[in-house]
């Protein structure tokens, strides 16, 4: 249901997009990057443009590597 991107990224220029434009989010979209030694940051917005600005940030703080990015909203749950 979303586009996530660039990837790779170093967190630069970093968006996520739902490609399924018939579909509106209803609230908040909760956010969790997890790397693959299990920490995690949460993030929580209602605007995917300012959700996609706070995790770009964040990651440019982060040393390269795998993250998983957990999308919840609408009471779906997607993983990229």
């Known amino acids: ?3 996530i991107y660039p990837n790779p ?7 996520l997009a739902l490609i399924e434009t018939e579909k509106q989010v209803e ?15 949460f993030f929580i917005d209602r605007d995917i443009n300012n ?3 706070t995790i770009g940030t964040y ?11 957990q999308l919840t909203w609408n009471s779906k749950v997607e993983s990229y």
């Open 9 to 15: 990224t170093t967190g630069k220029d970093f968006k």
């Open 59 to 69: 990651l440019q703080t982060k040393a390269p590597g795998v993250y998983v990015l």
């Open 27 to 41: 609230g908040k979209v909760e956010a969790r990057v997890a790397t693959t030694s299990g920490q995690m940051e």
């Open 51 to 53: 959700l996609s600005e």
């Open 1 to 3: 249901s979303w586009i």
